[in-house]
């Protein structure tokens, strides 16, 4: 189910409607109860113009305690770091943002999704370690408001 969120939210930000609602309905079959995932559907299908679709996902959203995605504000700031060889191709040592990510390993996905120098410094094959607040983090550590998240390569010693 993360998985398939966490892509929603990719081809959400790259406008990819589609694709976005697409992945969030996977990740609603394989849990059915994420609530986040249909606050973001309920968003897509209104920017697509379909109210019908829209209410409905609105309804399970309020259905989890939820409210719609139109009342809440889903982006938070969080401050960038970025060390050693991932500094080196993206060309920043930091940035601060605002994300909808929910965790490390969607943050991550998102910066991939911003261009090509992102993509080669965060590419999901590549072995890069993850700090959040200055403690070394997985990816399904969840994102903090004004946190600090750092992104370097694996450190050897001898």
Sequence with gaps: ATMHYNLGLAYTHKGLIDEAISEFKQALD????????????????????????STRA???TRRHGFLPSFYIQHFMKIHLRYFASVREHIGL????IETDAI???????????????????????????MAMNQVVSDGSTQLQADAEVAFFPPVTGG
């Design 93 to 96: 040592a930091q940035e601060t």
């Design 58 to 60: 609105n309804h399970q």
């Design 30 to 53: 394989c849990e059915p109860n994420l609530p986040q995932a249909f606050v973001n559907l309920g968003g897509l299908y209104m920017q697509k113009g379909d109210s019908e679709q």
């Design 103 to 129: 965790d490390l390993r969607a943050l991550r996905e998102q910066l991939i999704s911003r261009g090509e120098t992102y993509a080669a410094a965060l590419a999901s094959g590549k072995a890069i370690r």
